[in-house]
């Protein structure tokens, strides 16, 4: 394939599902998989083309399945590998793709590599994991894990600590030993077999640590690792491939996701979403969101990867509280805010991914208490805070705005019990809206943001210029419009947006003003002034193309 020519996976939408909270077929207030086959007829209305699921491979879920023990098998939480079998069959006679989530920086404590690599220092498997010798109670290095603590967990009867990134139930792997990356590259291939349409690449910029040298992300080895794998297993079929790499700028994008095809199809990575917390800080210390540097933030990513990689487009993930609570209004304008955002993740260039419950404007929860939390990081934030003498009002705030279960509560397919999730107890509790923010209902109404979304997709289809488009922001420094051009050959596409909940006054140039409206969230003519979060989609076509495929 040359590099020029258009990969499907530019095209395509994708549809994130997090397993645990999407349908439970069995009552026991787990999604699973066969509760997921039930709902591919409704992926397949809303018009998407793959589908991120969230891991399902055994797993003691200390990380809800980030923290895997069986990378060949299923968790008999969500079913069996004949259900995944199924699964991928039943979603391919919808043209829908099913894309793995892979983890690959670590596995579970509870993996057979791990059990074996903790018997002894001459165990074929110990070099597996990062081990430093050492005496209990001194620490290699000051080094912390992202959920609190310190990255090295002692084991006594090998006098050594093990290296973990994140939970101690997730020692990291050791990437510099060539038998675990033979092993990773067979166990992919072996998904492959079985007609997996790609993968998303779980802390992919962390495999290559340097603990001694205090280097977690962007490792001196890692895009040599990168392409190795991608050789080995990604370039023989024709994947989407997509890397999440929180610390990327777009010079080490152009890398991930390098049209030659030497590493992945797409970069996932964060500068966008990490702009409302206080600089230096973690998450839970809150600031408003700085909106002209969020422009321009996506505008750099937009101009730089032009031609030369490939993003993605995301508010929301399972690591993200939703996202019309964050940055538009979950109360008086939760439709048109829910839309107005949509609108312009959408008219960006990068491959959009819809996260379970965006598409019908879900809302963060707030749990009264914290025993209702179920995230691990969550909680280990919650206890560490209150130990260090923080208010627990304040810490409330934090987990009320940023904590992952916020994004984790069941999907909410109607207004009946538990939102139609589960007939059992769900592990996680129904965020209480449910009853006015369900699928069922937003199917049925013409003004709902489902269907906001569907037709965004279909204009995706529709109009090339959503993906070829050169992007050109306007109004830069404008603190209320979010406003943009894409042009290619064919046609240009006006998106433009009021980010606020006032009015925001706004003259189009005059090229623009009898325009087509593609897709507008507000009913009646555009005024000089834009009401509270109105957004619209405006079409010229070009004196050389009709603007249509
Ligand atoms: C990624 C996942 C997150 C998980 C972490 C460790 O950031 O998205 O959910 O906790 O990696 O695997």
């Known amino acids: 394939m040359g590099n020029n020519e258009k990969k499907w996976w530019q095209n395509a939408v994708v549809y994130q599902i997090y397993p645990k909270s999407f349908q439970d077929s069995d009552g026991d207030g787990y999604g699973d998989i066969r509760g997921m086959i039930s709902r591919l007829d409704y992926l397949k ?14 797993s003691p879920q200390d990380d809800n399945g980030y923290d895997i023990s069986d990378y060949q098998d299923i968790d008999p ?26 983890v690959l920086n670590h596995t579970s404590d509870e993996h057979r590599w791990f059990q074996e690599a903790a018997k002894g220092k001459d165990n074929p498997y110990h070099d597996y994991y990062v081990w430093r010798d050492g005496e209990e109670g001194v620490y290699p290095n000051d ?37 675990v990356r ?40 890692l895009h040599e690792f990168l392409r190795e794998l991608s050789r080995e297993t990604f370039q023989k079929g024709n994947l989407i491939t997509v890397g999440e790499a929180w610390g990327a700028t777009p010079e080490i994008a152009k890398k991930y996701s390098n049209p030659d095809g030497s590493e992945f199809s797409m970069v996932f990575q964060f500068e966008h979403m990490v702009m409302d917390q206080q600089e230096g800080k973690e998450k839970w210390d809150l600031a408003p969101l700085p909106f002209v540097k969020l422009k321009k933030c996506l505008e750099k990513w937009q101009n730089e990867l032009y031609g030369k990689g490939w993003n993605s487009l995301f508010w929301d993930n399972h690591d993200l509280p939703r996202i019309v609570s964050r940055w538009g209004d979950g109360g008086t304008y939760r439709v048109q805010s829910a839309k107005m955002l949509a609108v312009i993740l959408h008219g960006m260039q990068g ?33 560490d805070r209150l130990e260090a003498g923080y208010d627990k009002d304040e810490i409330m705030a934090s987990v009320y705005a940023k904590s992952r279960d916020n994004a984790r509560t069941p999907m909410q397919w109607s207004a009946e ?23 069922e209902d937003e199917r049925k109404d013409p003004n709902s943001v489902w269907q906001f979304y569907r037709r965004l997709i279909r204009l995706r289809k529709e109009y090339p210029v959503f993906t070829d488009g050169k992007f050109k922001l306007l109004l830069p420094e404008d603190e209320q419009i979010f406003a943009y051009t894409r042009t290619d050959e064919e046609a240009e596409l006006l998106v433009c947006a009021n980010f606020t909940g006032e009015t925001a006054s706004c003259t189009l140039p005059a090229k623009w003003q009898d325009s087509e409206i593609l897709l507008h969230n507000y009913e009646g003519v555009l005024q000089k002034e834009l009401r509270p979060y109105e957004a619209v989609i405006l079409l010229r076509k070009t004196a050389q193309g009709k603007g249509l495929c």
């Open 45 to 58: 209305d809303l018009g998407i083309d793959a589908v991120w699921i969230s891991p399902m491979y055994c």
């Open 77 to 102: 939480m969500f079913g069996t590998l004949a259900d995944m079998e199924e699964l991928i069959r039943e979603a391919d006679r919808r043209g829908i793709k099913i894309i793995m989530d892979l």
């Open 351 to 383: 491959t959009p991914y819809i996260y379970q419950g965006e598409e019908l404007g879900m809302t963060n929860v707030r749990f009264d208490s914290i025993e209702d939390y179920r995230d691990i990081e969550t909680l280990n934030m919650y206890y």
């Open 182 to 221: 033979r092993e990773i590259y067979d166990m992919i291939l072996w998904w492959m077999d079985k007609g997996v349409g790609g993968f998303r690449l779980d802390v992919i910029d962390q495999i290559a640590k340097e603990p001694d040298l205090g280097i977690t992300n962007n490792g001196p080895r």
């Open 143 to 179: 080094m912390k894990s992202t959920f609190g603590g310190p990255a090295w967990e002692w084991v006594p009867e090998l006098k050594q600590y093990y290296f973990h990134q994140f939970s101690v139930k997730q020692p990291d792997l050791n990437w510099e030993n060539p038998k």
């Open 417 to 439: 019990k538990n939102a139609g999730f589960t007939k059992g107890t769900p592990w996680l509790g129904v965020n209480p809206n449910y009853v006015e923010i369900n699928a």
